[in-house]
């Protein structure tokens, strides 16, 4: 699994990409078989305005599957990093299980009547 991490550039500090990609690792760690690659985006959408402004966005690229969308907004850019990882690991997991629940329900093999 790849983890690829880009912030706006008053954010990109490499305490922070580091703790997006350690953050990002471990709580995906047990699904990293199924995932390709990982693209984090930080952005300060507010500006210097205030208020909950740092947009933290993800791109999950799973094989065989269509890519994932996730975001979240929250005050701290840490704050959101981790909220999302959150979500992104939650949310795989729910998608892991429909579809396996899905192939269960489909038969492996047909079989004939003779008659």
């Known amino acids: ?16 990409r580091g703790h ?7 709580v995906l760690a047990r699904l990293a078989s199924s995932i390709r690659r990982v693209e984090v985006r930080v ?8 208020g909950p402004d740092k947009e933290c966005s993800a791109l999950v690229a799973i094989k065989g599957e269509q890519p994932l969308n996730f975001k979240v907004n929250a005050g701290d850019a840490y704050h959101a990093v981790d909220l999302l990882a959150s979500l992104v690991k ?3 997991v ?15 093999f047909a079989v004939e009547a003779a008659g």
């Not at 699994?1 to 922070?16: D, K, P, Q, T, Y």
């Not at 952005?43 to 205030?50: A, I, L, S």
């Open 43 to 50: 952005d300060d959408v507010n500006g210097p305005r205030g």
């Open 1 to 16: 699994m790849e983890v690829f991490v880009r912030a706006a550039h008053n954010l990109g500090s490499e305490a922070l």
């Open 90 to 92: 939650h949310s795989l």
């Open 94 to 108: 729910r998608h892991r299980k429909a579809t396996q629940s899905k192939r269960r329900r489909q038969p492996r």
């Open 20 to 26: 997006i990609e350690q953050r990002f690792r471990s």
